[in-house]
């Protein structure tokens, strides 16, 4: 078994996600910006008695990110699941953020969620078998979170092109949105989002799902 590389791993979401597959004993690669971040999931990871692989690497760096990316298969074998889970969630407006700024958020929020696919996908679509999931949000555009908005919008138009290009490989490509605050003990718990990724990787072919939004009340598909 291969297991789960889960990339932007943190207190929240991508924690949550790391947990949930290695309950289900699969080995588990964490990817995180920060050494202590990592080590503290990585350390709840282990406790569950399955093989965990905590790296370091800032997925605007394309060679660190596919190096992390190599290092995750070298140990674990070519992933079954990859989460990409990174993002920068900030609140801004029209006009607030330099270019730099912008550019900086987008290399986060899409950027390195394509460059993690055309790192992983081509072997996934080799085996005819594998799941690319990517966190979303912002199912409608707020102009309090400009960029924010953006980069979603990004990740949406981008796991569409992904499932077009590999989905009849056999390469189930696709986001769970995330239409709130993350936040323990809320209609938003990143324990419960968490088993929308595991539903999206265990779903057979012809049940897949391209996008679950996790709303308030309920999470319901979307194409």
């Keep these: ?19 949930r597959f290695a309950r289900e004993g699969l080995p588990v690669a964490l990817v995180a910006r920060t050494t202590a971040g990592v080590r503290a999931v990585a350390e709840e990871v282990a406790a569950l008695g399955v093989r965990v692989v ?16 190599d290092t995750a298969a070298a140990e674990l074998g070519p992933p079954d699941v990859v989460v990409y889970n990174a993002a920068i969630i900030q609140a801004d407006s029209i006009g607030e953020l330099s270019v730099r700024a912008h550019q900086h958020a987008w290399a986060v929020n899409v950027v390195g969620a394509i460059t993690t696919a055309a790192h992983v996908l081509p072997g996934m679509a080799e085996r005819g078998a594998g799941s690319f999931i990517v966190t979303g949000g912002m199912p409608e555009p707020k102009p309090a979170y400009v960029s924010l908005s953006l980069g979603k919008a990004g990740v949406r138009a981008l796991v569409a092109l992904l499932d077009q290009e590999y989905g009849q490989s056999g ?14 003990g809320t209609a938003f718990d990143p324990d419960d989002i968490a088993e929308q990724y595991w539903r999206l990787h265990t779903q057979p072919q012809h049940r897949w799902e391209r996008e679950i939004v996790h709303a308030e009340r309920t999470a319901y598909e979307t194409g």
């Excluded at 297991?3 to 932007?8: D, L, M, T, Y």
């Excluded at 905590?54 to 990316?69: G, K, N, P």
């Excluded at 490509?173 to 709130?180: D, H, L, N």
């Design 171 to 184: 390469v189930h490509v696709a986001t769970v949105t995330v239409a709130g605050a993350v936040a323990p």
């Design 54 to 69: 905590a790296l370091t690497a800032d997925s605007t760096e394309e060679s660190a990110l596919r190096a992390a990316l």
């Design 1 to 19: 078994m291969s297991g789960a590389v889960v990339i932007g791993v943190g207190p929240g979401i991508g924690r949550s996600v790391a947990l």
